[in-house]
């Protein structure tokens, strides 16, 4: 176990260097009031700058990440983020800018946003983009302000907004801010939307309807068609929740699948940092009729410069600071640059081949509710294994023990003892194959010793915590030791 930096701290120690002052000296208390100030020294630890470097190493390595091992986050995408978007994201022109610079001064900056949003229309066939959304979950939000505002302008805002039971948590949480009742449909037995549940719950009121396409079950919804024309049919609209993107992407337009709107998560589908709280960027994207609504400011090229649209009585206003997380969107149209539409064919085409053959291999030991061939991800259900001695969560917490990061867990809710696993295009087939094979020796294990999972996971600098205590029994205070 890492000592804490007060613990590793001997008086006197020093890990850094200042440069010589060339200021005049002055009295503390002759620029601060004096009572603001403190007559005793802060109590900062005092270490070696070799003991910082490996305290700080230390730390960092006993956390999971995607240049670590394999990362089979279910509906996420964790994969591998390449090494020249860094290098492009922290060029001078990108990093030492500043928001308040003229325009005239950022014209490389503005133009690859421009660039980007049009890359993004070329993708989902959608007629513009806003890049200002900082996450998928803000994204989606909005995506229903605009919907919003298209049907208050028609006359009447409407009151309910349709999602699938197998859609992300955000979906909800999305339509419920946004002053939409949320009104579920349930699936069929495939795992894809009920066409007669929708129909049944389909009236003037609806305002649209959320569907994440391919589904959070992995399955494409074969019926899209179908859907989209009843949803228009009451003068609804379509919107795509584009988490699982990585799947289509240069296969097939959500435009061409009749979305209205559609974000896109920028940290999966293009590979820039996912996790960590961020940042990320979901931007939005919608059909001509829709543009006017959409955030400002975006970029306009004209003539052969690039400009910031004004505030707009149309618009539903900023939603971020600025352009959004730039430093994500470089990444991102690096990205782009970087595999080209072919390239991206070649990506989808792999992550469905993956998921597909890991689906495979792991079906010998783990039920796979809704079979049919999958997208990019599928969902196993531990409900066997349960029976056995181990549910879902014991069996994630002990991969932890084999090096390799959980699946998603007990989502989507429509699957028992749900585990969500998605490859990705990123890992090769003996990384599918280790990974099956650590699934196979913890289903031997509920047999052998079922205690080895209840009580994992052992290796990790934090055993199994009392999850049912922790909701109990709260601790939000912290004490001068640290506790």
Known sequence: MEKLLNELSVPGRIGYSLPPNDVEKNKLST??????????RPALPEVSE????????????????????????????????????EATSRLPGFSGI?????????????????ELEKSLCDFTGMDSFTLQPA???????????????YHTENGNPRKKVLIPDSAHGTNPASVVIS???????????????????LTSKLDEEVAGMMITNPNTLGLFEEEISTISKKIHDVGALLYLDGANFNALISLMKPAGMGFDITHLNLHKTFSTPHGGGGPGAGPVGVISKLSKYLPYPRVQKVDESYTLTSE???????????????GILVRAYTYIRLLGYDGFRAASKNAIINANYLKKLVTERYDIPFGQNCMHEFVVSAESQKKRGAKAGDIVKRLLDFGVHAPTVYFPLIVKEALMIEPT???????????????????DEINENPSLLTDAPFNTPIRRLDEAKAVRELRLTWDKVGN
């Open 31 to 40: 620029l601060i009031p004096e009572k603001y100030l403190s007559s005793e």
């Open 50 to 85: 070799p003991e910082i470097a490996r305290h700080f190493i230390n730390m960092s390595i006993t956390n999971h990440h995607i240049d670590k091992g394999f990362y089979p986050l279910g509906s996420c995408t964790m994969k591998y983020n390449p090494k020249l978007n």
């Open 98 to 114: 500043h928001p308040h610079q003229h325009e005239s001064t950022i014209q490389s900056a503005l133009q690859l946003m421009y």
């Open 135 to 149: 996450a998928g979950s803000q994204g989606e939000l909005t995506g229903i302000m605009i919907m919003r505002r």
């Open 179 to 197: 002053g939409y009742e949320s009104i579920p449909v349930k699936s069929n037995d495939r795992g894809l939307v009920d066409v007669d549940d």
């Open 312 to 326: 707009s009585t149309d618009s539903i206003g900023r939603l971020h600071g600025f352009f959004g997380n730039f």
């Open 425 to 443: 295009e990123s890992e090769s087939k003996s990384s599918l194959e280790d990974f099956s094979s650590i699934l196979e020796k913890i289903d």
